[in-house]
């Protein structure tokens, strides 16, 4: 079979991923109304193309936070990706130094940050945190990440609890008895597991934007927090000092009706009035896709399920498929957008369908 887009790639992730694993990918909260309309969203934008801009020579770089990445496509924090390749994360590192890109690594990863660090050395990465209740596990896990030369610290804010995936209660999901998260190994000792691999109300509830403060004190790391989706919220980041906002709402999997991100892009960038960087996550599956989120000001979007889907088909090599894909599709929608290069891109660039 040609893997010719990245449904492809999500329709082989489908028939051949035992069907718990490909449940647990594919989950939305709820109704899945927000997962649904991530995708959506992106269909009632229309562009307005230029002609004759002298599009011969394309240049698709750009920076995050003073790193220079090929192309504006990185690697969102997805958990558990040996459910999907045996060298799970490790193959996921290796992908995005390959097409020289940034890989967000998760707190719920199957393989520990060492060896994500190991599997590819020099590799741009930015490490995601989950508070648990147990604070001393999360300031070791930010002080052992910082060490190991990961370049950012990524909170995700939108997790108090964790949203209710029907199918998840429904197939009785737990990880593999020979899965462990990693990262995570011996810091609850002698408590029951949940469905996750963590104790039950492990993560903790109580955090403000007063932890902001805390992070910084641990870390002289830039802090980016993931999950912010109104524009109070965006001020807020900004007043306590982050340096990037990623517009998310967890793929659909937490509050179901929130909005869909590239919906939510608008008033966040508006907000921010480029104070701080803002990237996006959520429905990208075209490298058209990736034109819209950047015309409406995102600097960069971050891929999940799809980059599960290419390591379900062939590992490192799968990933970087996907990846070339969305490159080369941002590429082309470019080109025929009349934007040589990404500076090139801006507002004018779409309108939002009246239909």
């Given at each position: 079979?040609?893997?010719?887009?990245?449904?492809?790639?999500?329709?082989?992730?489908?028939?051949?991923?035992?069907?718990?694993?490909?449940?647990?990918?594919?989950?939305?909260?709820?109704?899945?109304?927000?997962?649904?309309?991530?995708?959506?969203?992106?269909?009632?934008?229309?562009?307005?193309?230029?002609?004759?801009?002298?599009?011969?020579?394309?240049?698709?770089?750009?920076?995050?936070?003073?790193?220079?990445?090929?192309?504006?496509?990185?690697?969102?924090?997805?958990?558990?990706?040996?459910?999907?390749?045996?060298?799970?994360?490790?193959?996921?590192?290796?992908?995005?130094?390959?097409?020289?890109?940034?890989?967000?690594?998760?707190?719920?990863?199957?393989?520990?940050?060492?060896?994500?660090?190991?599997?590819?050395?020099?590799?741009?990465?930015?490490?995601?945190l989950y508070i648990?209740?147990?604070?001393?596990?999360?300031?070791?896990?930010?002080?052992?990440?910082?060490?190991?030369?990961?370049?950012?610290?990524?909170?995700?804010?939108?997790?108090?609890?964790?949203?209710?995936?029907?199918?998840?209660?429904?197939?009785?999901?737990?990880?593999?008895?020979?899965?462990?998260?990693?990262?995570?190994?011996?810091?609850?000792?002698?408590?029951?597991?949940?469905?996750y691999g963590l104790?039950?109300?492990?993560?903790?509830?109580?955090?403000?934007?007063?932890d902001i403060y805390?992070?910084?004190?641990?870390?002289?790391?830039?802090?980016?927090?993931?999950?912010?989706?109104?524009?109070?919220?965006?001020?807020?980041?900004?007043?306590?000092?982050?340096?990037?906002?990623?517009?998310?709402?967890?793929?659909?999997?937490?509050?179901?009706?929130?909005?869909?991100?590239?919906?939510?892009?608008?008033?966040?960038?508006?907000?921010?009035?480029?104070?701080?960087?803002?990237?996006?996550?959520?429905?990208?599956?075209?490298?058209?896709?990736?034109?819209?989120?950047?015309?409406?000001?995102?600097?960069?979007?971050?891929?999940?399920?799809?980059?599960?889907?290419?390591?379900?088909?062939?590992?490192?090599?799968?990933?970087?498929?996907?990846?070339?894909?969305?490159?080369?599709?941002?590429?082309?929608?470019?080109?025929?957008?009349?934007?040589?290069?990404?500076?090139?891109?801006?507002?004018?660039?779409?309108?939002?369908?009246?239909?």
């Open positions: 079979m040609a893997m010719v887009c990245l449904l492809d790639f999500e329709a082989y992730a489908e028939k051949y991923l035992p069907k718990i694993a490909w449940d647990f990918f594919a989950a939305g909260a709820d109704e899945c109304s927000t997962r649904d309309e991530n995708i959506l969203a992106y269909k009632r934008i229309r562009f307005r193309p230029r002609m004759l801009r002298d599009v011969s020579m394309l240049d698709t770089r750009t920076k995050i936070l003073g790193t220079e990445i090929s192309f504006p496509v990185g690697i969102a924090p997805t958990g558990f990706h040996q459910l999907a390749w045996p060298d799970g994360e490790k193959s996921t590192a290796r992908a995005a130094k390959a097409m020289g890109t940034c890989y967000i690594a998760s707190t719920y990863s199957t393989c520990s940050l060492e060896e994500i660090a190991a599997a590819a050395p020099g590799g741009f990465r930015w490490f995601q648990h209740r147990n604070r001393a596990v999360s300031r070791q896990l930010v002080q052992q990440a910082e060490a190991l030369g990961f370049q950012g610290l990524v909170l995700t804010a939108d997790l108090p609890y964790t949203g209710k995936r029907r199918n998840d209660v429904r197939n009785g999901f737990r990880l593999p008895p020979h899965m462990k998260l990693k990262n995570l190994e011996g810091a609850f000792e002698g408590d029951d597991r949940s469905e104790p039950p109300n492990s993560l903790d509830p109580s955090v403000t934007w007063d805390w992070l910084r004190s641990l870390t002289h790391l830039p802090i980016v927090i993931k999950g912010i989706l109104t524009k109070e919220d965006a001020e807020l980041a900004v007043r306590h000092g982050v340096q990037g906002i990623i517009v998310s709402n967890h793929g659909g999997r937490q509050l179901d009706g929130a909005p869909a991100t590239i919906d939510a892009l608008v008033e966040v960038v508006e907000a921010v009035r480029d104070r701080v960087e803002v990237y996006l996550d959520g429905g990208i599956r075209k490298g058209s896709d990736v034109l819209k989120a950047l015309a409406l000001g995102a600097k960069c979007v971050f891929i999940g399920r799809p980059a599960l889907w290419g390591l379900a088909y062939k590992g490192e090599e799968g990933l970087q498929d996907v990846l070339r894909i969305l490159r080369d599709e941002f590429r082309l929608s470019m080109a025929l957008a009349g934007c040589a290069s990404i500076s090139e891109i801006g507002q004018d660039l779409v309108q939002f369908s009246k239909l």
